[in-house]
Structures are given as C-alpha cells and as structure tokens.
C-alpha cells in the first residue's frame, strides 16, 4: 500500500511539471492565460491530485467518500476564490 501511494505521488508531481510546463507554453503562444482559466486549471490539478492520493485508502474504507467531497467542495468554494486573488496579485501591475 505504501508503495502505491508513493508512486501516486510521483504521479502527482509529474503532472504539476507538465501542468507548469504547459502552461509556459500556453503562454508564449497565446499569451498570458486568464484570471478565471488559471484558477480552474490550478484546482482542478489540487483536485486531481488529492483524489488520486485518497484513492487507496477509498478502497479499505469506503466511507471516505465523504470526507472527499466535503474537501472538494471546500477546495472549490474556498480554494477557486483565493487563486483568483493570488493570480490579481501576480500577474496585474500595481499603480501607486
């Protein structure tokens, strides 16, 4: 089982590279992405991400579940606001 979830977290962070690599691509063509297309892309990686890790331990207790959903509707409610400010924070040039 160890194993497992260690391989799912090397999966995990292959996945981010290739998120950030994409995304820097993403952004010499096309430019700079949006507010909105940042924040969905990015939860749904921490989505993605905590999901497959949660995976094995769904498979002993399948009561999981709940405690799935609860953290995604949190990483959504919670989550898709702030990345949205984060992203303000960044990539938007300050006026003083």
């Not at 999981?64 to 040039?93: E, K, N, T």
């Amino acid at each position: 089982m160890e194993q497992t979830i260690d391989l799912i977290i090397v999966f995990n962070v292959i996945c981010l590279i290739g998120l950030v690599v994409g995304i820097k691509r993403w952004g010499k063509k096309h430019g700079a992405p949006t507010e909105k297309w940042f924040a969905v892309i990015l939860n749904g990686y921490f989505s993605l991400s905590f999901i497959t890790t949660s995976l094995p331990l769904l498979i002993v207790f399948p009561k999981v579940i709940f405690m799935d959903i609860i953290f995604l509707l949190l990483l959504w409610g919670i989550g898709y606001p702030w990345i949205r400010w984060l992203y303000r924070q960044f990539a938007c040039s300050k006026k003083n």
